[in-house]
C-alpha cells in the first residue's frame, strides 16, 4: 500500500560486513531522503537528493555512503559501521518542498 | 536547545477521553507546522498539518502560537487505534529535507 518500498526490512551485519539498503518510491517524487531513527531520539536527516543531486549531506560519517542512480531508486551503502549505528533507517520521498514526507517501512539494522 | 520539544510521556488514557499534547519549537523563522503518527515498528505518516488559525479533522484539533512558539493536538473521544507515537514537525521553509522532527509523545488508549 505504501508508495516508498525499503529493502531489506531488518538486516544484521558485522563490523567489517558491506551491505546496501534500498529504496524505491512509486510517487513520481523528485526528491528523495535518509532518515535515522534511533531509540529514544529525533529522526536524523541524513542525506537529500533532489532530482538525482544530492543537495544535502548533514554531517554524516563516511561510512554511510549514498546514490542516486534515478529519480525513484535510492541507496545506502554501509562498510565498516559501529554498534552505534544500529537503528532504523527510513528512506522519504517528497514531491517539492511542501513538508509531506511518503516514508517507507524502514531497514532495521543491527551492528554487531 | 533542540529545535522541537515535546513531552515523551507515556500517556494512558481510556477510550473516550480527550487528550491533549504540546510541543514548542526554538527558531522564531519556522514557517511550517505538522504532526505526523507513527504505530509501533511502523514509518511516521502525516497527521496533518497545523495552520495558524487552527484547523479541525474530524476527532483532531491543531493549534498555532507563533508568539509563543507552541503548537498544541487535541484528540477528543480517543480509540483505541489512536495508539501511536506523535511527532511534532517543524520546517522553517523552502529548503527541501529541512523538517525538524521532535522525539514524539507516546499515546495509549486503553479499554
Known amino acids: ?112 | 536547545r533542540k529545535e522541537v520539544e515535546q513531552d515523551p510521556g507515556p500517556f494512558n488514557v481510556p477510550e473516550g477521553a480527550t487528550v491533549a499534547f504540546n510541543c514548542t519549537y526554538s527558531n522564531s523563522a519556522s514557517q511550517s507546522f505538522f504532526w505526523y503518527r507513527q504505530d509501533c515498528r511502523k514509518e511516521p505518516k502525516l497527521l496533518m498539518s497545523v495552520y495558524s488559525s487552527g484547523n479541525e479533522d474530524g476527532r483532531f484539533t491543531a493549534q498555532l502560537n507563533r508568539a509563543s512558539q507552541y503548537i498544541s493536538l487535541l484528540i477528543r473521544d480517543s480509540k483505541l487505534s489512536d495508539s501511536a507515537t506523535y511527532l511534532c514537525v517543524v520546517s522553517r521553509g523552502s529548503t527541501l529535507g529541512r523538517l525538524y522532527f521532535g522525539r514524539g509523545t507516546q499515546l495509549t488508549v486503553w479499554p
Do not use: I
Request: charged share 20%.
Open chain 1, 1 to 112: 500500500e505504501t508508495g516508498v518500498t525499503q529493502t531489506p526490512r531488518h538486516l544484521v551485519m558485522g563490523m567489517t560486513n558491506k551491505k546496501s539498503l534500498k529504496c524505491e518510491q512509486h510517487l513520481g517524487h523528485n526528491a528523495m531522503y535518509w532518515y535515522k531513527q534511533s531509540a529514544k531520539k529525533p529522526l536524523e536527516l541524513m542525506f537529500v537528493y533532489s532530482l538525482e543531486e544530492r543537495v544535502e549531506n548533514n554531517s554524516v560519517p563516511s561510512r554511510f555512503s549514498p546514490e542516486c542512480p534515478n529519480s525513484s531508486h535510492l541507496f545506502l551503502h554501509l562498510h565498516t559501521l559501529q554498534p552505534e549505528d544500529s537503528a532504523l533507517y527510513l528512506c522519504a520521498s517528497s514531491q517539492d518542498s511542501t513538508g509531506r514526507r511518503y516514508f517507507g517501512a524502514g531497514t532495521r539494522l543491527s551492528v554487531l
